[in-house]
Every structure is written in structure tokens, then in C-alpha cells.
Nanobody, 121 residues
């Protein structure tokens, strides 16, 4: 069964740092493209960062460039989102997303349950 399990969220003060983790199972992780999305109350879900099959292929939304880093460890089937210089506007539920392909069933998208990040004094 395909699963994405996020962890690492919590309360942090402005300017602080957090690292989110997403543990994946049920598919071939090394070929999957992984992403982090976030959704704040009353806002649409927003793509934050995207990572290809290697750490050399990535993209970020402009608002987090220079502050967030997406990476993956294929040996651990885990994708990370390192967040620094956090701002109150970063407050949201953060979701892990996987896009993967199976020879027999084609392309698939999976979502984690989300983890809350709150940036506040």
C-alpha cells in the first residue's frame, strides 16, 4: 500500500528553523518525483518545492527561494524540506506529494496527511 507520512511540524518563532520529513513506502521511491505543498486557512493549496529523481533537479516557489531546501535520501525512502528564516506567512499545513509510474498501472499521485507548521511569537 502506498503511504506518505510527514513529520517534523510544530510551533516556531519568526526567524527560526524546522525540517520536515516525508517517509515513503509502497512504490519505487528512487524514480518518483517528490514535492511539498502547503495550504493556509482560506488559501488555495500552493506548490512550495519540487524535486526530481535526483537532488540535481529541483524548483521552488519564489516566496521561499533562499530559505527552503528540498532534498531526498533514496536509501531511506525519505524526502526532506529544510526551512529557515521562517516568517508568519509560512504558517500552513504542509503536504508531501509523490508522482510515480508503474509499468502495469501507469502514472499515479499520492499525498501525505499533512503536518502543521505555525510561525508565531
Amino acid at each position: 500500500q502506498v503511504q506518505l507520512v510527514e513529520s517534523g511540524g510544530g510551533l516556531v518563532q519568526p526567524g527560526g528553523s524546522l525540517t520536515l520529513s516525508c517517509a515513503a513506502s509502497g512504490f519505487t521511491f528512487s524514480y518518483a518525483h517528490m514535492s511539498w505543498y502547503r495550504q493556509a486557512p482560506g488559501k488555495e493549496r500552493e506548490l512550495v518545492a519540487r524535486l526530481g529523481a535526483t537532488n540535481g533537479s529541483f524548483a521552488y516557489v519564489d516566496s521561499v527561494k533562499g530559505r527552503f531546501t528540498i532534498s531526498r535520501d533514496n536509501a531511506k525512502n525519505t524526502v526532506y524540506l529544510q526551512m529557515s528564516s521562517l516568517k508568519p506567512e509560512d504558517t500552513a499545513v504542509y503536504f508531501c506529494n509523490a508522482n510515480y509510474w508503474n509499468w502495469n498501472t501507469g502514472g499515479h499521485t499520492a499525498w501525505g496527511q499533512g503536518t502543521q507548521v505555525t510561525v508565531s511569537s
